[in-house]
């Protein structure tokens, strides 16, 4: 079973809509988890961090954690074509430097 | 502020060839990160420095070394470049091991023919 889990898509949805990209994951010692984005052909940026179950709302951004579950979520609301990019989760075991990444999933927008 | 800055962008190699990519930040962070990125396998960590004068081994460590030289760089070396190695390479930072945003650099593109 893989450390983390994606859809690597690609999701396609149309301007304006919510996009819905999960991860799911293995190990039970998580305790911090990541969503970054990747443009094509640049490097991860930093979107969303969530430590505790629940929802976490950052602009047209949430993050949902269910830890019982071992999964975590990202919605973008009012999607738009500059949203298309790859979207990786990562999560960090309680006490370590480490990130552990999925492969990532690839959002399309289309107008 | 330039971030985390990487050397060179792109890098061809004949097999066996040596060579070594830089990374330097001006962030002041404590750790910096060496990762591959392969396609369908994600961001793998290669070697990470928790504090200026350490380093530890990640995910993939076989066939690189590093070195952290002070607090603002981390180089990665390729000893003897083998095809397998053909990549992108990212180096990261972040603060300290209670604050875990990684920053990335813009990636090295190596090709090891």
């Known amino acids: 079973q893989k450390e983390v889990e994606q859809n690597s898509g690609p999701l396609s949805v149309p301007e304006g809509a919510i996009a819905s990209l999960n991860c799911t994951y293995s190990?039970?010692?998580?305790?911090?988890f990541f969503w970054y984005r990747q443009y094509s052909g640049k490097s991860p940026e930093l979107i969303m961090s969530?430590?505790?179950?629940g929802d976490k709302e950052d602009g047209r951004f949430t993050a949902q954690l269910n830890k019982a579950s071992q999964y975590v979520s990202l919605l973008i609301r009012d999607s738009q074509p500059s949203d298309s990019a790859t979207y990786l989760c990562?999560?960090?075991?309680?006490?370590?430097?480490?990130?552990?990444f999925g492969t990532g999933t690839q959002l399309k927008v289309e107008l | 502020n330039a971030g985390v800055t990487q050397t060179p962008k792109f890098q061809v190699l004949k097999t066996g060839q040596s060579m070594t990519l830089q990374c330097a930040q001006d962030m002041n962070h404590n750790s910096m990160y060496w990762y591959r990125q392969d396609p369908g396998m994600g961001l793998r960590l290669i070697y990470y420095?928790?504090?200026?004068?350490?380093?530890d081994k990640g995910e993939v460590p076989n066939g690189y070394n590093v070195s952290r030289l002070n607090k603002r760089e981390f180089s990665l070396r390729l000893e003897s470049a083998a095809p397998s190695q053909t990549s992108v390479y990212f180096c990261?930072?972040?603060?300290?091991?209670?604050?875990?945003?990684?920053?990335f650099g813009p990636g090295t593109r190596l090709l090891v023919l």
């Open positions: 420095s928790a504090s200026e004068g350490t380093t």
């Open positions: 990261a930072s972040s603060e300290d091991r209670a604050r875990e945003t990684q920053y």
């Open positions: 990562a999560f960090r075991r309680g006490g370590g430097n480490k990130l552990t």
């Open positions: 190990d039970r010692g998580s305790q911090s």
């Open positions: 969530i430590y505790s179950n």
